[in-house]
């Protein structure tokens, strides 16, 4: 069984005023596995991190969940300081309660109640979570589009044309996918009127010097 802390991000009043953090904490305490919750003004912030890194010697945690921000903000930044404290960086876990309610509700029922469903799963997955080992291994610089449909053939070309070698698997005879079935195709009549988006003026123009436009419209 895990032994799990939970650590809430107040952000200032960026999360706080709009998510009930200490809710969010306390129904942490109710989820399996969780031995420890609180929550605190800047989880990121040297103080911050120092708190974690007692709870996890304290508490002898075995795996992290942070409310708080993107992953893409602090995730590095937590999973180097539960190392330091002697936790396989691999068992943190964020539950952006941020971007993904704060930022984006202005109700503040609906926003805590969709932040314990975040702290939830992140808890639930820390829970199936094994520490990992990161390594290094060679990469082939190679590509395998799966499918030689229109969408796999153009993959194809475009990886080509980015300068990799590209194989394309496909599982009929031949490639081409439906339209290798079609004997005519046609541009749709809407495609002749995009200039209308692009230019209201080139539109016009040709809108004036062409009646046949006319008919298409009808
Ligand atoms: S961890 Fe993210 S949410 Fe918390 S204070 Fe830092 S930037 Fe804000």
Not at 103 to 128: C, G
Request: with cysteine; net charge positive.
């Amino acid at each position: 069984m895990q032994r799990i802390g939970v650590f809430v991000c107040h952000c200032g009043s960026n999360i706080a005023a709009t998510v009930d953090v200490k809710k969010v904490a306390e129904m942490a305490l109710m989820e399996p596995g969780v031995v420890h919750a609180e929550d605190y003004q800047y989880m990121c912030s040297e103080a911050g991190q120092a708190l974690i890194a007692k709870a996890i010697q304290e508490k002898q945690l075995t795996g992290l969940v942070v409310c708080s921000c993107s992953p893409r903000m602090h995730e590095t930044t937590f999973r180097r300081a539960a190392e330091r404290a002697g936790l396989n960086p691999y068992m943190v876990e964020i539950a952006n309660i941020r971007e993904h309610c704060s930022w984006i509700h202005k109700d503040m029922e609906e926003a805590t109640k969709k932040a314990v469903i975040l702290m939830r799963a992140a808890v639930a997955k820390v829970n199936l979570n094994t520490p990992l080992k990161a390594g290094e291994s060679r990469v082939t610089k190679r590509a395998l589009v799966i499918g030689g449909g229109i969408a796999g053939i153009q993959t194809a070309l475009d990886i080509a044309e980015a300068g990799y070698k590209v194989d394309i698997v496909e599982k009929t005879p031949s490639i081409g996918g439906r339209m290798s079935q079609l004997d005519k195709t046609s541009r749709p009549k809407w495609w002749r009127l995009r200039p209308m988006k692009i230019s209201p003026s080139i539109h016009t123009a040709r809108w004036r010097r062409s009646p046949a436009l006319w008919a298409i419209l009808r």
